[in-house]
């Protein structure tokens, strides 16, 4: 049985697993200033980082849940799944491998 490409469809997987698991990566990105500073403030803190880095550890709490809970973002995310899942079942080539670069000398 083939599958249909445009099939829409989420399995239990991809909703509790796959679509979260893209939903982090993209709060990483967008929260990236909120990290740096975190870990910049553990690096020059050392063993007094859970002490001094309250402060860089709630924003960045706070920009990761505020992502992580908004359900125009997971809409966002499962098109970008969906997406991403009907080019696959065109062509069978993982998002990975399309994303990688192609050598530049044989």
């Known amino acids: ?3 249909d ?3 829409q469809h989420l399995r239990h997987v991809e909703k509790d697993v796959l679509i979260p698991k893209k939903m982090r990566e ?3 990105e967008r929260c990236s200033e ?11 803190s050392g063993v007094l980082m859970v002490i001094k880095c309250r402060k860089e550890n709630s924003a960045l ?9 908004d359900p125009a973002f997971y809409e966002e995310c499962k098109m ?4 991403e899942r009907e080019e ?8 990975k491998k399309r994303l990688q670069k192609l050598p530049t000398s044989m």
């Open 1 to 3: 049985m083939a599958l």
């Open 5 to 7: 490409p445009a099939d």
């Open 26 to 28: 993209k709060a990483r």
């Open 34 to 44: 909120q990290i740096q500073d975190f870990t910049k403030c553990c690096k020059d």
């Open 61 to 69: 709490k706070e920009c990761l849940t505020a992502y992580y809970t």
């Open 80 to 83: 970008e799944y969906l997406k």
């Open 88 to 95: 696959f079942r065109r062509t069978g080539i993982p998002a």
